[in-house]
């Protein structure tokens, strides 16, 4: 997921300090969603 947003803010023009950064705010998002459950088991789909 960090490496697509690091890909779509290049192709946007917009400029990212410090690339962990944007590692950093994923996976808090990631650890919030998880706490609140909205991340389920794996599908095997």
Do not use: K
């Not at 991340?39 to 095997?44: D, E, K, L, R, T």
């Amino acid at each position: 997921m960090a490496a697509y947003l690091l890909g779509a803010a290049e192709q946007n023009r917009i400029e990212i300090l410090e690339d962990v950064d944007v590692v950093h705010v994923v996976q808090a998002h990631l650890e919030y969603f998880n706490a609140i459950g909205a991340i389920g088991p794996q599908s095997n789909d």
